[in-house]
C-alpha cells in the first residue's frame, strides 16, 4: 500500500474473490434466514460475491438467539433441543439447501465457529472453584470453596447422534455464576494441572475467560471432540472454511493445531481460515499470526478504526495515513478487510460505526485494490434492523460489481494529497479484464492527473457510479484528469468497456 505516486503493484488472476458476512446482528428470526440466503444467492454471484460466511449454524441456548451462546455443535437445526429442532436462522435441511443453492451460483460457504465457551447448561454441578479479580485474572481473591456451576451438557435431543462425548466441570477453566448464592464473579475451576490458558491475549492480565463456561482446550476429551466436530462438519456440509470467534480468548496452539489437523485430515490444505482478533494493535496481531506455524488470515480491525476516524474527522483526516499500522499493510496475504461488522454496527458492546459519508470511500479503498481479501457487511449491503436501523450503503452493490470487472492488473498510486488521492489499475489483457482509474476525496471536489497508457489514447472514460456527470477523454501521452465530487469516490472507465452494461447507461 505504497503512498508514493507511480508505485507500481502486480496483481493478475481470472477473477477476484470477495467474502461477504452473511447476517447483521438484528436478522429477522423465526427460521427465515437460511431461506434469504438461498432466494438472494443468485443476486449477490451477479454483484462479485465468491464466499460467504453465515452466522453460527450450531445449536444455541436459546432458539432466537444470534448463535455466539453456542450449546451443541453438533445440532444444526435438526434436533429438538432448547426450544425446538431449528436455530434462529432456520433447520439444517434449509442451511444445506442455501449452501447447495450458493455453490451453484459459484459461492462456496465459511461457517462461523465458536470454539470458546458454552451455554445453556442441562444440568448444574458441585466442583472447587476460585474467585479471581476481573481486572487481573491471575490475582485470586478468595479461598477455595466449592460452588455450584452450570456444566453439565448431556445433549438429551441429540443423544450419542454424530459425538458420544457429554460435558462436565472438567471440561472447563472457568464459570460466572455460582447457583448456590446466586453470585456473580470471575471462579476458576480447580484441578490437577488446570489453570488459565496461557496462550492468550494478555488484556487483564490474562483473557482466557470471556463468558459463560470457558472451555479448556488443554483437556484432551474436550481438544478431541471439537477437532472432531471441525473434520465432520466440513464433511457435513461441504463447508470452504472457517470464520473463529474470539480467538484472543482461545489457546493459540490449539487454534494451529485446529486448522493444521482439519486442513490434514479432510484432504483440504487450502481450506480458508479467519480469526476475529478484535484488537486495534498491528504489533500484537503479527504476533499471534508469526506463533501459528501456519497460514491464517485476521481481520483487519486497525483498519476498521483507521476508517472509523476517518469518518468522524472528515477533511481534517490525512487520507494518506489510511493504511498506517494495519494488518493489509504489513501482511496483505493474510489480511481480510472490512468496513464495519455484527459487533462494531449501532446498538452494540463494541459500537463503532463507520460514518456513512464515508463508507462508499471505505469500500472503494478495500475493493479496488489487489490487496487483501475484502469482507463486505450485510447491513452495508442491504441495512440494519434493531432500534435504531442504518440504512444501506449507497450503490454498495456497483461497487462490487466494478471489484469483479474492472479492478486487475498494476497499480499505480497517486497517493500525494491530504484530502484527494487516486489509483489506477491498469487491467488484465490476458484475461479480457478492462481496468478503471478511481479517485477518492474526504473534502471539496478534486482531481487527480493519472496514467491509463497510450493504448488508451483519445478513448473517452465516464464514472460508472454516475456521481461524477463529465466525461474524460485520455491524451495521446495516456494521461487524463480524472475528477471526483466532494466528499465521495469516482470509478471512471472506458465506454464500452467489458461488463459496463451492468451499470446501466451512465
Excluded at 443453492?101 to 454441578?125: M, P, Q, S
Excluded at 479471581?132 to 466449592?146: A, G
Excluded at 474492472?406 to 500525494?416: I, Q, S, T
Aim: charged share 30%; net charge negative.
Amino acid at each position: 500500500m505504497s503512498g508514493e505516486a507511480n508505485a507500481a503493484y502486480s496483481s493478475s488472476k481470472a477473477q477476484n474473490y470477495t467474502m461477504i458476512q452473511a447476517f447483521e446482528w438484528y436478522c429477522e428470526g423465526g427460521g427465515v434466514h437460511w431461506k434469504k440466503l438461498a432466494k438472494r444467492a443468485p443476486e449477490l454471484a451477479s454483484f462479485g460475491i465468491t464466499a460467504m460466511w453465515i452466522p453460527p449454524p450450531t445449536k444455541a441456548a436459546g432458539q432466537e438467539s444470534v448463535g455466539y451462546d453456542v450449546y451443541d455443535l453438533y445440532d444444526l437445526g435438526e434436533f429438538d433441543q432448547k426450544g425446538g429442532k431449528r436455530t434462529k436462522y432456520g433447520t439444517k435441511q434449509e442451511l444445506e439447501e442455501a449452501i447447495k443453492v450458493a455453490k451453484e451460483h459459484g459461492i462456496v460457504t465459511y461457517v462461523d465457529a465458536v470454539l470458546n465457551h458454552r451455554f445453556g447448561a442441562d444440568n448444574a454441578e458441585t466442583f472447587a472453584a476460585i474467585e479471581v479479580d476481573s481486572d487481573d485474572r491471575t490475582k485470586e481473591i478468595s479461598e477455595v470453596y466449592d460452588i455450584k456451576g452450570w456444566t453439565g451438557f448431556v445433549f438429551a435431543g441429540r443423544g450419542d447422534k454424530y459425538s458420544k462425548f457429554k460435558w462436565n466441570f472438567n471440561h472447563f477453566t472457568g464459570v460466572d455464576y455460582n447457583e448456590n448464592d446466586g453470585k456473580t464473579s470471575i471462579f476458576r475451576i480447580q484441578g490437577d494441572g488446570k489453570y488459565w490458558a496461557e496462550g492468550v491475549d494478555t488484556e487483564n492480565q490474562n483473557y482466557d475467560y470471556l463468558m459463560g463456561a470457558d472451555i479448556d482446550h488443554n483437556h484432551p476429551e474436550t481438544s478431541q471432540d471439537i477437532i472432531n466436530w471441525g473434520k465432520w462438519i466440513v464433511k457435513e456440509l461441504g463447508v470452504a472454511g472457517f470464520r473463529f470467534d474470539a480467538i484472543k480468548h482461545i489457546d493459540k496452539s490449539f487454534i494451529a493445531y485446529f486448522v493444521k489437523t482439519i486442513r490434514a485430515e479432510t484432504d483440504k490444505p487450502k481450506l480458508f481460515t479467519v480469526g476475529e482478533f478484535w484488537k486495534d494493535s498491528i504489533e500484537d496481531i503479527e504476533a499471534y499470526l508469526e506463533s501459528l506455524g501456519t497460514q491464517f488470515s485476521i481481520f483487519d480491525a486497525p483498519l476498521h478504526y483507521n476508517f472509523k476516524e476517518a469518518g468522524d474527522r472528515a477533511q481534517e483526516y490525512d487520507l494518506r495515513a489510511i493504511w498506517d499500522g494495519t494488518v493489509v499493510q504489513k501482511r496483505p496475504i493474510d489480511a481480510v478487510t472490512l468496513v464495519d461488522n455484527h459487533d462494531t454496527q449501532v446498538g452494540q458492546a463494541l459500537e463503532s460505526w463507520v460514518s456513512p459519508t464515508f463508507k462508499p470511500l471505505a469500500y472503494a479503498l478495500i475493493l479496488l485494490r489487489p490487496d487483501g481479501y475484502p469482507c463486505v457487511f450485510w447491513g452495508d449491503l442491504y441495512g440494519t434492523g434493531g432500534d435504531n436501523p442504518q440504512e444501506p450503503v449507497s450503490q454498495l452493490a456497483d461497487l462490487i460489481r466494478a471489484r469483479k470487472l474492472f479492478a486487475y492488473g498494476e497499480l499505480r498510486d497517486y497517493w500525494d494529497h491530504p484530502n484527494c488521492v487516486g489509483w489506477v489499475r491498469t487491467g488484465d489483457q490476458e484475461n479480457g479484464r478492462d481496468g478503471c482509474a478511481v479517485v477518492l476525496c474526504n473534502g471539496e471536489e478534486g482531481f487527480k492527473r493519472m496514467e491509463v497508457g497510450k493504448e488508451h489514447a483519445n478513448e473517452k472514460w465516464t464514472d460508472i457510479l454516475g456521481w461524477h456527470q463529465d466525461e474524460v477523454v485520455i491524451g495521446e501521452d495516456g494521461w487524463g484528469d480524472f475528477r471526483c465530487s466532494a466528499r465521495s469516490v469516482s470509478v471512471w472507465v472506458k465506454e464500452g468497456a467489458k461488463g459496463r452494461e451492468e451499470f446501466g447507461k451512465k
